[in-house]
């Protein structure tokens, strides 16, 4: 069963954390008796770690095949206010125009869960009510607007290589969020220990039951109908509106005015590259049908149209959501993509293609939200496919990430493609070593090779010409 631990800042003692009322570390814990402690060299494949030191850079080498939380925690701890708050604008976290009617709230997150909540008052102090949520329980609060509080807290210690701390994070009275500070660690130690605990049990848990998942991966990519002129046809003229079924149309909001300009696909999810690949074209031929027209163009990618950002999202069910893998599909997936997508595309960060966008599915599996329409080719998309496969497959063995290198993640945001070509050969060695690379490799390989040459793709072709349909 997997372990967690936590480092402090000694390899030669690790603190067991208990996840059983039975474990003796709970006994330790409670009659006041020092936790279980273990040198690092007793940490196995598949445990996990959670740095807890603001002195020391826990060193993850020493540790293959371990999940280690928060290994960012002793950077995150020193960065200054200026250095987050530049961090937080490139994701799109805060600035824009003055939030009005402001509340404050100061949200503590475990590994993308809310474990409290409470709010503050204008002089910076807990005001006097029960918190939002319970600590031992934890939980999302059901009003829209504090679960946009929530996912702002989460994103704004994923954006510091944090997994676990506080955020405080102001809402408007039209609904905006902003984050204005956040730290590693909880300050209530009591809900801490109850939270690592809860971490340690979920984490056993998924662990054990992992070799019995079947993984599979399914998506919703989008695409656009453009007329001659240049303009958008709204996709609701020919699928309705609303998402429905394996084909629709999908919602954007423009002043007061909901609009479904945007063409989704929903194709039944598969195990292969090849097999989702196949759904996809056929739901394409389905589509095909129903649209008449035609001289409208079918469009894909990022932004094939200016201002109307598209999305090629990926659905992975059978494998645990957790940090580890978000930022694995942001080096593996998200990273490449970026490097061969259309120029034009720059334009959709930061308001979409957010680092780590995700959103929990009802049916146990997630959403992972990042990456641009790949429709625009049957290559793009199985190369998508494939490199999230392999991440969820490879989560434990695949130790470059470097989603959690500064110098990338500001390269991504900014386009810089030249500066993020430099993660290209880490990326490939890593991939290569793994024991699924040989299946995925035909469908992997010429996207990386077309990152390096500088190949992009053409957001302003038909995706009917690469798809086979008929135009």
């Not at 402001?102 to 503050?120: A, Y």
């Not at 984050?179 to 009591?190: G, M, N």
């Not at 999202?313 to 494998?319: D, E, F, K, Y």
């Not at 490939?428 to 995925?440: D, H, K, P």
């Amino acid at each position: 069963m997997a372990s967690t631990w936590i480092w402090r800042g000694s390899y030669d003692r690790l603190e067991s954390v208990a996840h059983s009322p039975n474990d003796p570390d709970i006994a330790g814990e409670r009659s006041g008796k020092p936790l279980r402690s273990q040198p690092w060299t007793e940490v196995a494949a598949g445990d996990a770690v959670i740095a807890w030191s603001d002195a020391r850079t826990i060193d993850c080498s020493r540790f293959p095949g371990v999940w280690v939380l928060n290994a960012s925690g002793h950077i995150a701890a020193k960065q200054s206010d200026a250095e987050k708050l530049h961090i937080w604008r490139r994701a799109g976290l805060c600035g824009g125009p003055p939030i009005e009617s402001e509340r404050l709230f100061r949200v503590g997150i475990v590994h993308l869960e809310p474990v409290e909540m409470q709010r503050i008052d204008a002089m910076g102090k807990i005001m006097p009510s029960k918190p939002l949520l319970a600590g031992d329980t934890g939980g999302w609060p059901e009003d829209p607007a504090l679960r946009r509080v929530v996912r702002t807290a989460i994103s704004a210690l994923y954006t510091l290589g944090l997994d676990i701390g506080e955020a405080e994070v102001a809402l408007g009275g039209d609904g905006r969020t902003a984050v204005r500070a956040a730290w590693p660690k909880l300050r209530d130690t009591r809900l801490e220990a109850a939270s690592l605990r809860r971490f340690a049990a979920w984490h056993a848990a998924a662990g054990a039951g992992a070799a019995d998942r079947e993984l599979l991966i399914g998506a919703d990519p989008e695409f656009v109908l453009v007329t001659p002129a240049g303009k958008v046809a709204a996709a609701s003229r020919f699928f309705g509106a609303g998402i429905g079924g394996a084909a629709g149309a999908d919602a954007v909001l423009v002043g007061r005015r909901l609009l479904y300009p945007v063409a989704e696909l929903r194709p039944e999810p598969a195990d292969s590259p090849a097999a989702l690949a196949a759904n996809v074209r056929r739901l394409l031929q389905r589509a095909a049908d129903r649209i008449s027209e035609p001289s409208l163009r079918w469009a894909a990618g990022a932004m094939p149209v200016p201002g109307l950002a598209l999305g090629g999202h990926i659905h992975l069910s059978g494998a645990p959501l957790t940090s580890r893998l978000l930022r694995l599909l942001d080096s593996y997936a998200a990273f490449p993509l970026a490097l061969v997508e259309d120029p034009a595309g720059r334009a959709r960060r930061p308001r979409y293609g957010t680092l780590g966008d995700f959103r929990q599915q009802p049916h146990g599996g997630f959403e992972y939200r990042t990456l641009p329409s790949w429709l625009v080719s049957p290559a793009a998309a199985k190369a998508s496919f494939a490199l999230a496969l392999l991440c969820a497959r490879e989560a434990l063995k695949l130790s470059y990430i470097p989603a959690l290198e500064e110098r990338y993640v500001e390269a991504y945001y900014a386009g810089d493609r030249s500066e993020l070509a430099g993660c290209l050969d880490g990326l490939a060695a890593s991939i290569s070593a793994t024991s699924s690379y040989r299946e995925l490799a035909p469908y992997i390989e010429p996207l990386l090779e077309a990152a390096r040459r500088g190949t992009t793709w053409d957001e302003s072709s038909d995706i009917r010409v690469k798809w086979r349909l008929p135009l």
